[in-house]
């Protein structure tokens, strides 16, 4: 089978890993790809928003299965591009249409629809410009922190809490006129939520469905949950404290009545979705979905996956999930992710990374490019190192004895990820 992935960070570099595993498949490409990616599959200089371009590359390579890796062209409405076009009529498409994109592309959407299927998620109310004064008001009902989210993709900075209910006000006013651009044009006040976060993934069919198992990122640059959000910072899988109890019922309130709900919607959903969860006193409720996997995420939950992942996809897209073979590792996989010095300030690109005897671990690119023999940082996630262990104290052991073997100019790392989960491991 020949595949095209979209995508060039950690996360596709983590996906193309796994389905280079499979024996059923014939050929690798990725749209645009990175340095690490180029070792297992053949790069393809295609943005991911060229719908038209990679419609051409698929028929002009005969590719079986397109999978879309990052949001944007998720929501923008690849899947329905690729299926207009009558020369890939047989084309495998892992990613939801643009109807289910919907549950990332819009805040609001989404939490009309957890709380239409009773979905367990955080009181709100959606703000338009022309009911500022109710949002003010509203706001004035809740306790701080107080929870802001642009309705639409804002590239992960969209979301703001804040302590003083002054700036709220006033940041509420700021997006409201464009500060995120039209992502803003429509704001979502939430009820903060006090617990611990965690992230869960699906893999789903549109009627039947694998769990990927859980995560817990870790988003603030600093040690500590200090400093600025970035795009994550490090993972691990699985969370200590998802058990039987706790996974029980994450399956039963929420994953299941967001696939009936789907459903129910007429909405046909093949592909990943991300739940964005926080364990509040050993309750879970949604804090947002999305409809891809995570980065970091991906790079701890696809090592754990004992499958064929071609395979998975396969069903996936012919609607056979539920007879398919899965299965997850038990053992832990942390990865602790290098960035550019700056980041997620403003950084400079084009050093020289040098990989020196890596042993027992997985290295996962994200912003690297290959220049002549040379690789060099091209974004300010550069490198994952992701690691088994019995323990999570094994794994991350592992991670960080390997993170000494990757240097490059400003290298810049987390050297506490997981150590709040220490205690609660068991």
Known sequence: MKVLLLGGGGREHALAWKMAESPELEKLYVAPGNAGMAEIAENVNIKVSDFQGIADFVAREGIHMVVVGPEDPLVEGIREALEADIRLKDLLIIGPGKAGAILEGSKDFAKEFMFKYQIPTA????????????????????????????????AGKGVLILEDLQEATSELKEMLEGKFGKASQRVVIEEYLQGIEISVFVLTD??????????????????????????????????????????????????????????????DYKGFI?????????????????????????????????????????????????????AMDSRYCTTVMLVAKGYPGSYEKGKEIQIGKVE????????????????????????????????????LDLSYRNVKEITFEGKTYRGDIGKDLMKLEN
Do not use: C, W
């Open 360 to 395: 027992g671990s997985l290295i996962f690119h994200a912003g690297t490019r290959r220049e002549g023999e040379k690789i060099l940082t091209n974004g300010g996630r550069v490198i994952a190192v992701s690691s088994y262990g019995k323990t999570m104290q094994q794994a």
């Open 206 to 267: 549109g009627k039947d469905y694998k769990i990927l198992g859980s995560a817990k990122d870790y988003k603030r640059i600093g040690e500590g949950d200090t400093g600025l959000n970035t795009g994550g910072m490090g993972a691990v899988s699985p969370v200590p404290f998802a058990d039987g109890i706790f996974n029980q019922k994450v399956e039963e309130k929420i994953i299941r009545p967001t696939i009936a709900g789907l459903k129910a919607e007429g909405i």
């Open 123 to 154: 009181a709100y109310m959606t703000v338009t410009p022309d009911r500022i004064e109710e949002g003010v008001g509203f706001l004035k009902t809740l306790r701080p922190p107080y929870v802001l989210k642009a309705d639409g993709l804002a």
């Open 274 to 326: 991300f739940f964005g969860l926080m364990n509040v006193e050993g309750e879970p409720k949604v804090i947002e979905y999305n409809v891809r996997m995570g980065d970091p995420e991906t790079e701890v939950v696809m090592p754990r996956i004992q499958a064929d992942l071609i395979q998975l996809f396969e069903a996936t897209a012919r609607g056979e999930l539920k007879t398919a073979r899965f």
